[in-house]
């Protein structure tokens, strides 16, 4: 809470009183005064004495208890405690009120005049009055904020920022030898794939150990779930299907099929039968002959692919 050296009330805007004093205690009143009013002004205002004297530094908002009533034609800014953070309102001439921000975060907004939507938000890193703007078919939309774990298509080579692609290596920390990632940045993603995935899928250099935190202090490395070349699927256990786990990989893209896995079939055969006995048989007793049929197909594997198309996938840090 800012402190002033005096308490503005109606004590101090009553002085001086009307009866007369001495001009040391005027002079002394005119300082107070002075002092008393620059001290608020420069709870949100520049007073350095440069050419910015009087321009906003930041703007303090006191949380209100409801939206505020204004004037036609008016529009104005204002915070209101929801979920005991202090969020950042508009509320427009027309009465619309629209919340600016989230959990503290600045919610996208978009000029819904233009046939080019556009899109506004905060990048942290950015150097201060610098903007980054982002296009969008429609501005009906809600974007997201990607947590670790999270996994995204793309046509890039190259990971984003703070994202690293999934290409069947490993992550882990600086002095690992991990061939996607070996950084410190990479421990919320090995704690996550630790805890959720198997070792099966996604195994640990020299075997798991008591934890997470401890394999990764280990230098021990984590292998990312393999994806290349692969369809991607939901785990679970889906009606009348297999359960499949976290992060399992399977299939081939050919087969060759055993005879286990042959359709019931038969191979007829057409031969001259004289009395019971083969032709060929021309005399003595009857006798089984085995017979061979001509063979068909090449034994080979078999194409198992489904029509794919193939993007790179990234993961969060």
């Known amino acids: 809470m800012t402190s002033f050296t005096e308490t503005w009330n109606g004590a101090y805007e009553g002085l001086p009183s009307d009866t007369v004093e001495a001009a040391a205690q005027g002079a002394s009143r005119?300082?107070?005064?002075?002092?008393?009013?620059?001290?608020?002004?420069?709870?949100?205002?520049?007073?350095?004495?440069?050419?910015?004297?009087?321009?906003?530094?930041?703007?303090?908002?006191?949380?209100q208890g409801s939206d505020p009533t204004l004037e036609a034609g008016d529009g104005g800014f204002y915070v209101k405690v929801v979920s005991s953070v202090a969020e950042l309102f508009y509320r427009d001439d027309a009465g619309t009120v629209q919340q600016l921000t989230r959990a503290g975060r600045l919610l996208p907004f978009a000029d819904a005049t233009s046939p080019t939507k556009r899109v506004k938000f905060d990048v942290s890193g950015v150097t201060a009055g610098q903007e980054r703007e982002l296009k969008v078919p429609d501005y009906n939309i809600t974007l997201g904020n990607w947590s670790t774990g999270d996994v995204k298509l793309t046509f890039k080579t190259a990971a984003d920022t703070g994202w690293v692609l999934m290409n069947?290596?490993?992550?882990?920390?600086?002095?690992?030898?991990?061939?996607?990632?070996?950084?410190?940045?990479?421990?919320?993603?090995y704690m996550l794939l630790w805890d959720n995935v198997i070792n099966t899928w996604a195994p640990?250099?020299?075997?798991?150990?008591?934890?997470?935190?401890?394999?990764f202090a280990a230098n021990k490395t984590?292998?990312?779930p393999k994806t290349?070349?692969?369809?991607?699927?939901?785990?679970?256990?889906?009606?009348?299907?297999?359960?499949r786990a976290l992060g399992q990989n399977l299939g081939a893209e050919t087969h060759v099929l055993t005879i286990a896995e042959m359709p019931s079939h038969n191979h007829s055969?057409?031969?001259?039968?004289?009395?019971?006995?083969?032709a060929a048989?021309?005399?003595?007793?009857?006798?089984?002959?085995?017979?061979?049929?001509?063979?068909?197909?090449?034994?080979?594997?078999?194409?198992?692919?489904?029509?794919?198309?193939?993007?790179?996938?990234?993961?969060?840090?």
């Open 30 to 63: 005119i300082r107070s005064l002075k002092l008393a009013v620059r001290e608020r002004v420069a709870v949100c205002h520049s007073i350095a004495g440069d050419a910015h004297v009087g321009k906003l530094i930041v703007a303090r908002l006191r949380p």
């Open 222 to 224: 984590l292998t990312l």
């Open 228 to 243: 290349l070349g692969r369809a991607l699927a939901t785990s679970g256990a889906g009606s009348g299907l297999t359960s």
């Open 168 to 189: 069947d290596g490993s992550i882990g920390s600086a002095a690992s030898g991990a061939t996607t990632r070996a950084n410190g940045d990479t421990v919320a993603l």
């Open 269 to 278: 055969y057409t031969g001259a039968v004289f009395d019971g006995v083969a």
């Open 281 to 317: 048989d021309t005399a003595g007793a009857n006798t089984a002959q085995a017979q061979t049929t001509g063979n068909q197909g090449g034994g080979g594997a078999h194409n198992n692919m489904q029509p794919s198309s193939f993007f790179n996938v990234m993961i969060k840090l």
């Open 204 to 215: 640990v250099s020299g075997g798991r150990g008591a934890n997470a935190a401890a394999d």
